[in-house]
């Protein structure tokens, strides 16, 4: 029995008693599961909701609400405790439909398109400035975003991954001349890289290529003359190769969205027109302000300054402007949190084009401290001195290194233990989780060479061997993967199916050690391989929401 299905059910006897005139009218009814298991499987509290308009204790209508739970053919009984809460306890038998539920969807299992109804969502993520390699800053930000999407899209949304490209401004000049000076130290040219500049050796990598295309054919021109071309080598290099880390991370986008493009389609001379247009804009000190101060900023801000330049934030308008115009029902954007003092007035922008600035969903990600040694290791991209995603993956592994960077909601700090997450032990949270997958095909492959079938349509009967309080603990686990996946899809938290699956191994593991699965009693072994079999389609389904893969083997 599903929390939503018993809802429904439930909303239907409040109903009744409406129509016949025996409560003044239905609240919505909302289950939530106890705190403590004897108080029962779920729990209402719609008889405290009802007891204003009804002008009588909550007691008095749980207890005429009561009766009508218990004639349910799933409820083994329902009470009433403390101020007026109706608590319910489920027949075991009802239970058991949960296995043949999963067993029948497989995949599909724990979807719930209802709660998108295909409504259209954009995620924008990642979208580092395309002037150096992706840390691991970035990399959690990747693993939130991607995951985030594949939750979006199980709960029914239409869903769109974008990565914004910032290829424009003050640190693609400075860019291309990091790659110029060290072009020019390559032909023995006596320069110095200033200090503001990208010093990484990256910078140098790519010199040997650019020294390698185009030979000492600029060994004379002056950076001016040959800035564009210094530039763009430079950007499609480390584009070229953050595509190639986030394609290997298992990240692939819909859309790459150059800033570039706004200017070449006029779309922020176009947007600041339209913000003219509804007085929302003012000149002043020879600059070209948005009046953000109007819808809750601290500060209006800067479109245009008083030397005709246009700031990051008018590119940043035009292009929510641009998403808003591609009919996106939801915008969801994954910023760095030393980004947080954007999102006021990015939501003024919606408030100023009369949209619903709820539309405007941003997460903030935290740093990520990494451990190696005990010593945190500092990060910055023009002095080089960070760790890249590249180097995590390659030392800990793809599905190690997404799983422990979802371990934690997105704007809490993390640390990452590189040790831990090599180590082949339970506290490492990705191995306990993949073992228990690899663990439950291992006996189901061992079931099989002794002849014991798993039937895809199990009896009732058959079920009814799984009478353990461990099995029936493991089942009720199972039947909540659907609601963790709408309210992390509602709640854009990912962790939320993190924490399950962990949750999940806790249960399995102490059950498979404590009780034989495969034994001399046939009719029992294939009651809890159907157990196994179903858990490890749950683990796979939740494995595959976070980007992970389900091995086999470990």
């Known amino acids: 029995m599903k929390k939503r299905e018993l809802e429904s059910i439930i909303q239907n006897i409040l109903d009744r008693l409406t ?33 204003r308009s009804e002008q009588r204790p909550p007691r008095q209508i749980a207890e005429l609400i009561v009766p009508s739970i218990d004639a349910l053919e799933c409820v083994a009984r329902s009470t009433v405790e403390g101020p007026g809460f109706i608590n319910i306890h489920l027949k075991k038998e009802c239970w058991y439909e949960v296995l043949k539920e999963i067993l029948e969807k497989k995949h599909s299992y724990g979807d719930c398109p209802h709660v998108g109804e295909g409504k259209k969502v954009q995620v924008e993520f990642v979208s580092a400035n395309p002037t150096g390699p ?19 899209k199980a709960a029914g949304y239409d869903v769109t991954r974008e990565y914004y490209i910032n290829d424009v401004g003050r ?113 002043k000190d020879g600059a070209l302000w948005f009046r953000t101060t109007m819808f809750g900023d601290d500060k209006d801000r800067v ?21 808003l115009r591609r009919g996106f029902h939801t915008i969801v954007d994954v910023w760095g949190a030393d980004h947080h003092g954007y999102a006021p007035r990015m939501r003024a922008l919606l408030s100023a084009l009369g949209e619903d600035p709820e539309r405007l969903r941003i997460i903030l990600i935290q740093l990520v401290s990494l451990k190696r040694g005990g010593k945190p290791v500092a990060m910055s991209t023009r002095k080089a001195e960070f760790v890249t995603l590249r180097e995590v993956m390659d030392e800990v592994g793809r599905d190690a290194a997404r799983f422990i960077f979802l371990t934690r909601k997105a704007d809490a700090h993390l640390e990452f233990d590189l040790e831990l997450a090599k180590s082949q032990a339970p506290e490492n949270p990705v191995y306990y989780v993949q073992y228990c997958h690899a663990r439950i095909m291992s006996i189901l492959e061992f079931a099989r060479e002794r002849g014991i079938t798993v039937p895809d349509t199990p009896s009732v009967e058959l079920l009814g061997r799984l009478e353990l309080k461990e099995e029936l603990d493991l089942i009720k686990h199972l039947s909540r993967l659907d609601e963790v996946v709408e309210t992390a899809a509602t709640s854009l938290e990912p962790h939320r199916v993190t924490f399950y699956l962990r949750e999940l191994a806790a249960l399995f593991h102490p059950y498979y050690n404590t009780h034989r699965v495969v034994s001399e009693d046939k009719t029992l072994s294939s ?12 683990v796979r389904k939740g494995l595959g929401l976070l980007g992970v893969d389900a091995p086999s083997r470990m």
């Not at 029962?40 to 909701?49: E, Q, R």
């Open 134 to 152: 992706l840390h691991i800053g970035h990399g959690r930000g990747a693993a939130v975003g991607d995951a985030l999407s594949n939750i979006l």
């Open 19 to 51: 129509e016949e005139g025996r409560i003044n009218g239905p609240a919505r009814v909302m289950l939530e599961r106890p705190p403590r298991e004897e108080l029962g499987d779920f729990s209402t509290n719609v008889a405290m909701l009802l007891s």
């Open 303 to 323: 479109l245009i300054k008083n030397d005709g330049s246009t700031t990051y934030f008018a590119s940043d308008v035009a292009y929510h402007h641009e998403k």
């Open 171 to 283: 640190q693609m000049t400075i860019l291309g001349h990091s790659l110029y000076i060290r072009y020019l130290e390559l032909l023995g040219k006596d320069v110095t890289l200033p200090g503001d500049h990208y010093q990484g050796d990256y910078i140098r990598h790519i010199a040997e290529e650019f020294l390698k295309r185009y030979g000492r054919e600029h060994a004379q021109t002056p950076f001016d003359e040959c800035r564009e071309l210094f530039i763009e080598f430079a950007k499609d290099s480390i584009l070229s190769g953050i595509k190639k880390d986030l394609e290997d991370f298992g990240v692939r986008f819909d859309h790459w969205f150059s800033e570039k493009t706004l200017f070449e389609r006029n779309l922020v001379e176009a947007t600041i027109e339209e913000l003219k247009g509804r007085g929302v804009v003012y000149e």
């Open 527 to 538: 009651a809890r391989l159907i157990l196994c079999r179903a858990t490890a389609e749950v």
